[in-house]
């Protein structure tokens, strides 16, 4: 079983105005839990400052350890590393953070993080943070994590971009976050995008745009809702989570876009909007605060 928790669900920039405030403006930032295992981070946007703080308060309520996880970053696109540098657990110099991500085109994905965490893009170097910093630069790959399989696979979008799939314990999620669709609008979906996404119990894929904003931005990168059905249709996913809102969308907007969308699942699987504080469990909606209002 693996819990989920979503704390940034936006894409491309942090937006927060009374429009959004159901969804949440942070940008991409999930938590995966499986049993007792470390956490597994996706993404390090704005939403990862929030984690920080949830993760800091529980270890102080039961004096765990001090931090210990992986962050499974899937590109370097500001909505998906903003938050690195204010994530507090890195406070303690006994915190220990691996981040997974894709090779880069030139240098290495340390020197990349590095070069926008440092000034004048931020007051300090990373490495002046107390807590400790590791770096695993995969495209393609299958990792483990305590109890958790990591497929890590390559997905179409602007610059390399990882897409993710964990599994442990019966429970399964592919994270694919930021997908660029066939740009002729075609129904195809790549090899390595079903591989992640084969009969998963949970789906967190991209769904920037409807069919008509698409035709507009159809190479800015990411996919419109009635693809992301597509995707989850196509690789027999059983719930399918729209996530990376664009930031024009309005809590109603999002609401129309489930109810959408379900029609088109039309019963062969569950569509749910990330929304921050929204609980998943690979089976069951544990909690969905948010959620109930869209
Ligand atoms: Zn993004
Ligand atoms: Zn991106």
Redo the contacts with the bound molecule.
Sequence with gaps: MIEIEFFGVR??TPCSCRSTVGIGGNTSCVVLHCGDDDPIILDLGTGVRYLGLHLNAKAAEDLSEPFRGTALV??L?W??VQGLPFFVPLLSEEAELTIVGPIQESGSLKDAVESFVRPPLFPVDLHVLPGSVEFLETSHDNLVFGSAQVLVRPVE???I?NGYRIECDRGSVAYI??HQQPADGSCLVSDTVLELCSDVDVLIHDAQYDASEFEKKATW??SSIEYAAEVARQSGARRLVLFHHDPSHSDEWVADAVRYVSELAAGAFEVLAASEEMVLTSGEVASTPAAAEV
Excluded: A, F, N, R
């Design positions: 894409g491309s899937t590109h696109h909505d998906h979008h602007i610059g971009t976050p930021d990168g990411h």
